[in-house]
Nanobody, 124 residues
Framework: QVQLVESGGGLVQAGGSLTLSCAAS????????MGWFRQPPGEEREFVAA????????IYLDSVRGRFTISRDNAKNTLYLQMNSLKPEDTAVYFCAARTTSDASYYGTNYFYWGQGTQVSVSS
């Protein structure tokens, strides 16, 4: 069992920055791939970024590449998403998710554990 708790969401103006955190407990955090997903208002959940268990491989949604950075601190059992140059279209509930294997994945169905989400709102 893995428990995931996101924090760091909020309201920010376009062009601003936020850093999301996801604290993990339960299973050995350093063994599993982790990801961030988001669900904009009235839309389906979508992939944002993911990172391999050892942090050596990262993948991104095209529209956030270069603006967002996913990272992890395995000593602190924490996943991060640094978001810069935020746009109104980044407004969504952001979720972190954990796999049961070490690799990163684009697909939500490959993630077994999910947090409760944190709201990010970007005003124009």
């Amino acid at each position: 069992q893995v428990q995931l708790v996101e924090s760091g969401g909020g309201l920010v103006q376009a062009g601003g920055s936020l850093t999301l955190s996801c604290a993990a407990s339960g299973r050995t955090f350093s063994d599993v791939g982790m990801g961030w997903f988001r669900q904009p208002p009235g839309e389906e959940r979508e992939f944002v970024a993911a990172i391999q268990a050892d942090g050596q491989n990262t993948i991104y949604l095209d529209s956030v590449r270069g603006r967002f950075t996913i990272s992890r601190d395995n000593a602190k059992n924490t996943l991060y998403l640094q978001m810069n140059s935020l746009k109104p279209e980044d407004t969504a509930v952001y979720f972190c998710a954990a796999r049961t294997t070490s690799d990163a994945s684009y697909y939500g169905t490959n993630y077994f554990y999910w947090g409760q989400g944190t709201q990010v709102s970007v005003s124009s």
